[in-house]
Every structure is written in structure tokens, then in C-alpha cells.
């Protein structure tokens, strides 16, 4: 009989190769086990900033949804393209780009599956490195995409900044950095700080050999308004959404308990100049 390795959990220095390869790797392998967990929370198309269930069609962060008709829209860290299919809804024009192949083929397989004609062209790269020409888009989003799991934001930032028109928006969920503080529980033991929340070590899960088989990147609130600063973006709004009355699900370290005390995400609202 065959055991399976569990990854050991660790806080340790991590490059960007190192990163990218374990993001890919890990949301390949995992790709089925997360569309089955929470796909019905996060629906087909429609767009969720978070655990919380903060809703596009309610925040309006990308403007009303009136206006979102004939705008190109590139989604980074789209996973199964779900917020890209609520977009074309509105008559925009998406593009779903995700590191994943496996999150990929779901964002097919839901495509196939809905009884629409809409269709959004998926791209599989890494943020850091977006293949498309300058100012091809009028408008960005993640909905906890990419940012917190590269080494370099920046690059990403950049990247974004390049491909959007003068004007075009970009807005981002990542965990709250205020959570980094505290242990990912969803329960009474996850209300006590237990690290430092200015310890920027990455968090690693590797394999027997050492190797990163999961890495996310933590960076406090001035860091992230620095990030967006440094690549040319002004900061319009930061939202941190509250936790409804009606979500009563758990998430990871995301719960009602939690969520009525502390942050667990923030929303990043920019604009290129």
C-alpha cells in the first residue's frame, strides 16, 4: 500500500520560479477538489470577490454593470472563469487567463455545460507575464487571483498597468493582510494572534525533497498600497467586506464568526492614469 506524503507546512524564503511552479502544480492537482467544494458557491457565472460573498452585481467596483457592455476585460487568476461568464452577461467583452491547465479545462467544461451562447476565450500564461500588447484592455480584475500567491506583485502590477488602456481600472481581492496574524481557523482558536503581522516570510508547503508544492506570499496593507503606487496605478477605493446575515458556510479559516470580528479580505480598487 502506496501512503501519501503530507506536505509539511512551513514559513521560509521563496523566488518567483519556485512559486509559479508550485501555484501551477498545486491548482492542477487540486482543480477538482475545489470546483466540487465550493463551485455551487461560487455558481457558474457569477461574480463573488470572496469567502464573504461580496457580489459584483451589489459593489458596482467595476462601475455599473450598465456600462460594462463592449469593454475589453481581462480576468487574471480566473480558475474556472466564472466571474468572466458574468461579465460577458453584461455584454462585455472578457478574457479568462489562468496558470492552471486543470482550472482551465473546468472553465470548458461549465462552458459547455451552460445554456447560453456566451463564450470567453481562455488563455492559459502567467500574470507576470501577459501576452498581450500594450493597452489592450479597458478594464482588469482578480478575484483572489494570482496576486497573493507571486513573489513579485510588482511584476504583476506592472504587467496589468501595461495592458490597460489610460483610464482602465484594475481591481484585486487578496486575503486580508490583518489574517496573516492570526492561525487560519475557522473557529474560537483562530481569534488569537499568533505571529507577527509584519513577518513577511512566505507560507510553504513542500514535499519530502524540500520542493514548494503550495506558496502564498503575505504582505501587509501599506505594502499592497505601495505595490499598486510603485506601477503607475492611483488607489480609488479599499473595501473590506463585512460578513453577511445569510452566509453561513464555512471557508478554509473564512467563517460567520470570524468574518462578524475580523477582515478576511480586502478589494483593491485602481485606476490607470
Known amino acids: 500500500m ?33 470546483q466540487h467544494e465550493h463551485g455551487s458557491f461560487l455558481g457558474d457565472d457569477r461574480f463573488v470577490w470572496g469567502p464573504e460573498g461580496l457580489d459584483e452585481a451589489d459593489a458596482a467596483l467595476l462601475g455599473p454593470a450598465s456600462g460594462l457592455a463592449g469593454l475589453d476585460i481581462l480576468e487574471i487568476g480566473a480558475g474556472a472563469a466564472q466571474c468572466s461568464r458574468w461579465l460577458a452577461a453584461q455584454g ?11 482550472q482551465l479545462q ?7 455545460d451552460a445554456d447560453s451562447a456566451v463564450s470567453v476565450p481562455l488563455v492559459e500564461a502567467d500574470a507576470g507575464a501577459l501576452p498581450f500588447a500594450d493597452g489592450s484592455f479597458d478594464m482588469a480584475c482578480s478575484a483572489y487571483g494570482a496576486v497573493p500567491f507571486v513573489a513579485d506583485p510588482v511584476r504583476v502590477m506592472r504587467e496589468v498597468h501595461r495592458v490597460l488602456r489610460p483610464g482602465g481600472r484594475w481591481v484585486f481581492s487578496v486575503t486580508h493582510p490583518i489574517r496573516w496574524a492570526f492561525p487560519d481557523e475557522p473557529g474560537p482558536e483562530g481569534l488569537s494572534v499568533a505571529a507577527s503581522y509584519f513577518d513577511r516570510t512566505p507560507y510553504v508547503e513542500q514535499d519530502e ?6 506558496v502564498e506570499h503575505h504582505r501587509t496593507l501599506g505594502d499592497r498600497v505601495r505595490d499598486v503606487v510603485t506601477a503607475g496605478f492611483r488607489l480609488v477605493d479599499l473595501v473590506e467586506p463585512e460578513w453577511p446575515d445569510w452566509n453561513t458556510q464555512e471557508w478554509g479559516g473564512w467563517s460567520p464568526l470570524r468574518g462578524h470580528l475580523i477582515p478576511g479580505t480586502a478589494v483593491f480598487v485602481c485606476e490607470r492614469d
Do not use: C, F, M
Open 2 to 34: 502506496i501512503q501519501e506524503y503530507e506536505p509539511e507546512a512551513t514559513r521560509r524564503a521563496t523566488g518567483e520560479r519556485e512559486s509559479s511552479r508550485a501555484s501551477r502544480g498545486w491548482w492542477d492537482r487540486n482543480a477538482d477538489e475545489y
Open 209 to 214: 525533497q524540500g520542493r514548494a508544492v503550495y
Open 106 to 112: 473546468h472553465a470548458l467544461r461549465i462552458g459547455d
Open 92 to 102: 462585455a467583452r472578457p478574457v479568462a487567463l489562468d496558470l492552471s491547465h486543470r
